[in-house]
């Protein structure tokens, strides 16, 4: 399961975390997977219990992304900005934030997708995949490369983790 969890961890990251971070992260989430009360006696500061929707191991995964991989929020205006922000001065972007205040949200979506995808052609681009169960805040995702999609989807699986791009997700739900 670790090197499962590296993987995943290193795809999610999109390259914005050093390997030693996502050694660690991995680390302990495969301590907390395979024995959480022994895991939770080790590390007392946790603040997690059996009320939360997603396993142990899982809330360590999620809870230890740096800002810069994890984007949280309650709204796509939130979302984008989290993301521009990730990407620093020198990225320009052709949407804005306050360009998505009265959109609805499957348009919204898809403008912030389209961003994404035009970004890192090598890579195919970026996905906006919403991941886990959101705790605090109505949305959660990471970005992944588009080329890493497939694979990311495999580990989610395997893993046990919510994982699924955002726009076709939102798309398939109000066609359902």
């Known amino acids: 399961m670790k090197q499962q969890l590296l993987e995943f961890i ?10 030693e971070e996502i050694a660690r992260i ?20 946790i603040n997690y219990d059996d009320s939360f929707p997603i396993p142990l191991g899982e809330w360590v995964v999620v809870g230890s992304l740096p800002e810069t991989v994890l984007f949280q929020g309650d709204s796509y ?3 984008l900005q989290q993301i521009i922000e990730s990407f620093g001065p020198d990225v320009p972007f052709n949407i804005k934030p306050k360009q998505l205040a009265k959109v609805e949200p499957l348009k919204a979506l898809n403008r912030i997708q389209v ?4 970004m890192y052609k090598e890579k195919g681009g970026y996905v906006l995949l919403d991941i886990s169960e959101p705790l605090d805040d ?12 497939p694979r990311v989807m495999e580990l989610a699986v395997a893993l046990g983790i919510y994982a699924a791009p955002a726009y076709e997700t939102l798309k398939a739900a109000q066609q359902g």
Do not use: K, R
């Open 26 to 45: 991995a680390d302990e989430a495969a301590q907390a997977y395979a024995d959480p009360a022994a895991f939770l006696a080790a590390n007392p500061d």
């Open 138 to 149: 109505e949305l959660q995702a990471v970005l992944v490369y588009t080329s890493d999609l």
């Open 115 to 118: 961003q994404l995808s035009s």
């Open 10 to 19: 290193t795809l999610i990251s999109s390259g914005c975390m050093t390997e």
């Open 77 to 79: 205006e939130e979302l």
